[in-house]
């Protein structure tokens, strides 16, 4: 049998490996270590604020290891995960097909969406889950016409304990990841390894293609080789390894910028009820419930219990422009994209408004983003093979580093249909 290394166990590594599985035999490689939930009670953590402790959005990382943050402009921080799962398992469990952009190449996920609706549980029938608080928002963003709908949900609430702690990793196992794929995978064959981070790619320029897999495992240097070579560390990651194997992508870095316009709500309770319940699609940005837990730890402004801040996200659809490569992220924000960011402001001061709020008693979260990608994203040209020309023969994407925009939404879904198109273009070549 052909062998298949996947690198990353993200959304688009770990449905790659599940979908390779058995037709190659597949070695992931994770540069991260086993996810483990937050362990730590925030109420406790929370007095510690005031003696300083908490300086850098960075210092996350020492409490919680699975979560990385990295500076990318003088006012914006990157959050991304490095560990069994990745991102998916940071995520507040949110699903939302996204695949406009590559709808207009001639790419239609029809039928790879159906497949992820049979295979993993998708609910949007959760209102009887929402608190008094959740209700009364959702009731004054209809009032303000802003056209809320309720957010589909990768989250089995008959096991959910409604703890709001989604982001922190659950603890119940309520809440899909990528790691239950990666549990398919091992149990059909694969191998997993952790803490094995990719370095660079040797490429052989005689028949262009992969022929050596650098990595670092406890300090050592490793190396493998395999006939097909997955590339899904992440929007950040994927660049990075491009870069350092020879190969230049595109200075086209999207983020999706999050900022959160909170304010004081006694009883708001926010923190332990289901987070991103109902999205409202605006402008260039989307709107959404969000209780910010970096914010919480790392902003003054947000030195309040958390049971008592009432909070929403504004999540933008920013302009592509950026570099995530070997010594540094380069992205700022646009024009467009900063008077996006004020007229989402805007409306979440006009939704507080609404619940009783003087608008100044509200006050604004610290700018962080997710979601990086578009670096090597989709042509027409490749709607079929989605294999850009630099890469070599053996070598294909498998994450958002092939989106062609923004998407400004939660992008799992559209990541794992992506994925598993990919795949099925993967295994056609070998039969």
């Given amino acids: 049998m052909k062998k298949a290394i996947v690198i990353g166990s993200g959304a688009g590594g770990a449905m790659m490996a599940k979908e390779l599985q058995g037709h190659f035999q597949v070695t992931i490689l994770e540069a991260g270590g086993e996810f483990q939930p937050f362990a730590f009670s925030v109420d406790r953590l929370a007095g510690l604020r005031k003696t300083g402790l908490f300086l850098d959005e960075r210092m996350i990382s020492l409490l919680f290891p699975a979560m990385r943050v990295q500076k990318a402009t003088s006012d914006m921080v990157l959050v991304h995960g490095r560990c069994t799962g990745g991102t998916t398992t940071l995520a507040t469990g949110s699903a939302k097909r996204c695949d406009e952009g590559l709808e207009k190449l001639g790419i239609h996920l029809d039928e790879e969406f159906a497949e992820l609706e049979r295979e993993i549980p998708l609910s949007t029938d959760h209102e009887q889950y929402w608190s008094s608080q959740t209700k009364a928002l959702y009731d004054a963003c209809v009032e303000l016409g802003f056209a809320p709908t309720p957010t589909g949900k990768l989250v089995d609430f008959d096991r959910c304990v409604h703890c709001g702690r989604c982001v922190l990793g659950c603890r119940t196992g309520a809440k899909w990841d990528s790691r239950r794929l990666l549990e398919e995978s091992v149990e059909k064959g694969a191998v997993l390894k952790t803490n094995c981070k990719v370095t660079k790619l040797g490429i052989d320029r005689s028949d262009n293609s992969v022929h050596t897999v650098y990595a670092k495992e406890g300090g050592k240097q490793t190396t493998y080789s395999a006939d097909l070579v997955v590339l899904a560390a992440g929007g950040l990651g994927t660049p990075i390894i ?119 008693d509200m006050f604004l979260g610290t700018l962080n983003a997710g979601h990086p990608g578009g670096m090597l994203p989709l042509t027409s040209e490749e709607s079929k093979s989605f294999h850009n020309h630099r890469l070599p023969e053996n070598l294909y994407i498998a994450d958002a580093t092939l989106l062609p925009e923004s998407m400004g939404n939660p992008p799992i879904w559209t990541i794992l249909a992506l994925a598993k198109r990919i795949a099925k273009v993967c295994t056609a070549a070998i039969a």
């Fill in 242 to 360: 491009l870069d350092r194997s020879g190969i230049t992508c595109e200075a086209t870095l999207f983020v999706d910028p999050v900022l959160c316009v909170a304010a004081p709500y006694p009883g708001a309770g926010q923190d332990r009820h289901i987070p991103m319940p109902f999205l409202m699609q605006r402008d260039g940005y989307m709107l959404s419930p969000y209780m910010d837990y970096l914010s919480f730890f790392f902003n003054k402004s947000w030195r309040l219990p958390s049971k008592d801040i009432l909070s929403i996200m504004i999540k933008l659809s920013d302009s592509g422009f950026g570099a995530s490569r070997s010594r540094k992220i380069e992205k700022e924000l646009t024009l467009t994209d900063r008077e996006r960011l004020k007229a989402g402001v805007s409306d979440c001061k006009a939704i507080l408004g609404k619940m009783g709020i003087a608008e100044g």
